[in-house]
């Protein structure tokens, strides 16, 4: 039996529990690691690519920002078009010069990964975490395996940051949260394709056969979406047949995208889920494991980063100030944020997606909303703050 201890004890190695650490770290509190996938199954898994401007900020004050600050691209705006007609929401002159960054979740990930295991910190990969115990004392466990050896992280605190699926939102009482979900009736089929931009902004598009959005990986590597059905399947969907219909949805005049070859296509459910208590005794729930959103808004790693920035503020007050205060009102405080990002999530989603048949009710009142966007700063601005994320001190009153 493997006995290790620590105080904060740490399930999932994604963005929410190794920022976590390596934030925890900065304050002089320990903490351990595991994580069920192996390292090159979490490096190697293509997730969000876009940082909110608290996000870099946090990444760059923990020193970890050298590769991000070199490779990340850097956006001031953002294009959104509606029947072919495409109009600009400029982020940073809207929002004091705030901006976003294109980084895929998986950099962050290797960066944050090859640093904590450079220093000789611990983290244990295939090591699935099977129960988690004594969360309402004081001196909680995790249970997990790791190379086919029994092991216990004896800590003060546990952080579940294993996702939808994972160990610690199981373990949450049933009767202490309610849940709230959504599930849209249409899919994201996403590709990765080795072809440069065809744009310097994203653009995000309505067209009557569906939405279709056009972001990046890189100088050389685009990323693009498209709308289809719910229970699509990917075999449908020829390499021809997706460039065929991205250039037919985001195409404006004097506008023409460019098409490579494809490496990689999935098709993603689009859904909302949150629980409204992140917390059971000494047991605390943060990214994925209390909340899901829509892809459209770029807001998951973003959220989960939020998250960990409660947290720490909480762990930072048991362990420095002797004060509780922080860590028993982490719920209330993620909550403001994740209730703001649901919003806008949706509110994106229901703008640029076909719902309907064009044409219908539904289709003029996404029209009118659009037309009012040319027209109202106020509609860019409130746009432009929260795609590039409000700053923490806006959710303290």
Known sequence: MKIIKTQVGIIGAGPAGLTLAHWLK?????????ELRSREYVEGRVRAGLLEQNTVDIINQLGLGGRMQKEGIVHDGVYLSFDQERVHVPFAELTGGRQITIYGQQEVVKDLTDDWLEAGEQLYFEAGAHKITDFD????????????EEGIIECDFVAACDGFHGIGRKTMP??????YDITYPFGWLGILAHVAPSTDELIYAYHEN???????????VSRLYLQVNDGDHIDNWSDDRIWEELSLRLGTEGWSLESGPIFDKSITPMRSHMIDNLRAGRLFLAGDAAHIVPPTGGKGLNLAVADVKHLVDGFVGYYKNNSTEFLENYTELALRRIWRAQDFSNFMTTLLHKQ???GSFTYKLQKAKFNYLKMSKAYKTTIAENYVGLPFESYEF
């Open 356 to 358: 309907d048949e064009h």
């Open 174 to 179: 049933q009767d202490s949260y309610r849940s």
């Open 26 to 34: 900065q304050q002089g509190i320990s903490s351990v690691i595991i």
């Open 137 to 148: 004392t004081d001196s909680p466990k995790i249970h997990f395996t790791d190379e086919g």
């Open 210 to 220: 569906g939405f279709a959005l056009h972001s990046l990986r890189s100088e050389k």
